[in-house]
């Protein structure tokens, strides 16, 4: 599944528009597609008013812990399913304040349901709090809308400073693009930006431009993606390039063998040359599960392979790390424990304590 998420803290530069219509064309292009709404401001739930049902379960009760993602999807389409958000969703930052794996509830939740799509899109809020970081964490490439403003061109460096940390926090990549929207191609200004984010980007910024459509404005004003309002307009010419854009980065990575997962991994090269194989060991005799969960793996639990060794019953994994400090803990059938043989420990928020390992 290629995991895309739409960023910008700037406010209406078409994080939705994005969001709401690349998804409906990539599901019209047969793929299925799931969408995501991070914002408390609930503009997907409007912006498909339409279409979706609005006392479903949302994603704040997913994020929560409280239901399985899977009870807040609904389909909306042939191939395309939603998750909505409401204001409700505000209280997340508060109510997860302090929390452990506060920025990986998104991923964690996402696990169950990996398989069942091809694409996962997720709006994100006009903000860099908890809720972006989440869907940072859960993404792997981004799509950044820039609308033509001094502001946004501003916004732009501090998100990109933003994403540089959190490539440093989660250990991940994150393969960005940037997406010219809102364009008016008969001023100069806004030719002068196009122009200023292919020098600054180059192959980062997407060939398509999102001209400035009247009609996105009245589909979304009805509830209804573009694919469901007007073909004949520069906003569904625009959409259907962008997911034309994207499909084709697809097969191209195909065609060459890659993956965007492979891609990633290219880029990471680097990076393995200073990762050192740990091999996690565990007596557990009487377990019939043995589960491992930490930083590095955003605490989703990967089990443990069962071997005997000198007649001892012994669970093992190894996993590649590279240099730094990392907090994890065993899940014995369901009960979490830390590592017996490592007597590093820190205190968890839970009044429990984490193993902790430095390369
Ligand atoms: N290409 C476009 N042409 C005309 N209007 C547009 C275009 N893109 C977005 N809009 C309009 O601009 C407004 C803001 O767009 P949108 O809601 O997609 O931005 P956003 O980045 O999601 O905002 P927020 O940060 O508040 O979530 C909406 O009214 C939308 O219909
Ligand atoms: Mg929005």
Known sequence: MRKIALVNQKGGCGKTTTAINLASFLASEDKKVLLIDLDPQGHVKVGLSAKVDHTEKTIYEALLGEIPISEAIQTIDDNLDVVLSDVVLSAFEQVMAGGHEREYKLAQSLADIENNYDYLIIDSPPSVGLLTFNGLVAAEEVIIPVDPSFFSLHGLEKLLETIQIIKERVYHQLYIKILPTNIDRRTNFCKGVVESLRDRFSENCFETIINTSTKLREAASLGKAITD??????????YQNLAIEILIEETEMKDRGFTIGSLLEAEGLLKSLVEREIVFRLEAPESAMVKIAGDFNKWVPESLDFTESQGR?????????RQGSYEYKYMVDDLWTPDPLNDKTVEDSYGGVNSIISI
């Open 229 to 238: 309002y007007e073909k004949n307009c520069a906003g569904y010419r625009d």
């Open 313 to 321: 019953p012994l669970w093992h994994k190894t996993i590649s790390l």
